[in-house]
């Protein structure tokens, strides 16, 4: 495979792109395994790596194809690997203060509450029960 001829032809050529494709895909996947053990991020990766190539072939300048494409791979493997770890972060919070607001709940014995309730309301006079259970079980205003 002739680097400079390749070059010139994979701004033109779909052929040509999946000969460096299929040249280089196995040497990538090894090299970004430094990086992660997930098989489907790293494929994924690689994908994002040829597609952008292919649609960005008129502005993108490449005088080495290896080295672009290590280093696009490496780059965009390391892109996801941050992103992935902020959106874990995030879930990782999300469900701390899920559990505290379950926690909470659960501290609250409803049945005393209940009760304690009714006996509160019970102890009021005549018209304010009436006006009480207008305004909150009957959704009546004032």
Not at 24 to 34: M, N, T
Not at 117 to 133: D, Q, S
């Amino acid at each position: 495979m002739n680097t400079d001829t390749l070059v010139d032809e994979l701004l033109i050529n779909e052929e040509a792109l999946e000969e460096v494709f299929h040249h280089y895909f196995d040497e990538l996947c090894r090299f970004l395994g430094y990086y992660t053990r997930d098989v489907q991020l790293i494929e994924d990766c690689l994908q994002d790596v040829f597609v952008k190539l292919w649609e960005d072939r008129d502005q993108i300048h490449i005088f080495h194809v290896k080295t672009y494409l290590y280093r696009a791979a490496r780059n965009r493997v390391l892109n996801a690997l941050r992103n992935e770890g902020t959106r874990t972060a995030h879930l990782e919070r999300w469900f701390k203060e899920e559990m505290n607001r379950q926690e909470a709940e659960e501290c609250i014995n409803r049945e005393e509450f209940s009760h304690i309730y009714r006996e509160a309301i019970g102890r009021l006079p005549e018209k304010c029960k009436i006006v009480y259970y207008s305004c909150k079980e009957q959704q009546k205003t004032y």
